[in-house]
């Protein structure tokens, strides 16, 4: 248990180096999976990896750029599962939902998390995120609903 709530606080961390970078971050339990996710805007993401590294490059579709990053633990154990197919959809009020996305593993400090970016078309949110975990040996998906506000105060 230990283990999964140091996995968990060091997520956090680095989802919160300041105050204004992680906008949105949560914990969520279903089905015996924890999740962790955050929100965190593009232009900060930038700053410490190359976006050609990152899903394919920079997009140039004229939305706010933010980049989802998931976590999952076995609840009962805490075990950090590395080996999950993950994949998630934005929801925005008033847009049509787009096709959702797989998030690629992507280690972080030698721990394997799940990350895509998304961009966003509203200015002010809120922004929701329907995550869905895929499970070696399980037959079902687990399925999460996020929910994220606008890190940027409406500018653009």
Sequence with gaps: MWHQKRSALLLLVLLCLAPWQAFAQARME???????????PGAVVEDKHALA??????????????HLLVAVFDAASGRRIGDAIVRAQLGESGIVDEASK???PM?????????????????????????????????AEIE???????SHGGER
Excluded: C, E
């Design 144 to 150: 999460f609903s996020v929910s994220a506000g606008a």
């Design 53 to 66: 590294d990152l899903h394919g490059g920079p997009r140039n579709d004229g939305g706010q750029v933010h």
């Design 102 to 104: 797989y998030l690629p």
């Design 107 to 139: 280690p972080i400090d030698g721990k394997m998390s799940y990350g895509q970016r998304f961009s966003m078309v509203s200015r002010s949110g809120p922004y929701r995120f329907r995550v869905w975990v895929k499970l070696p040996g399980r037959p």
């Design 30 to 40: 279903r089905d015996g999976v924890t999740l962790y996710w955050g929100l965190v």
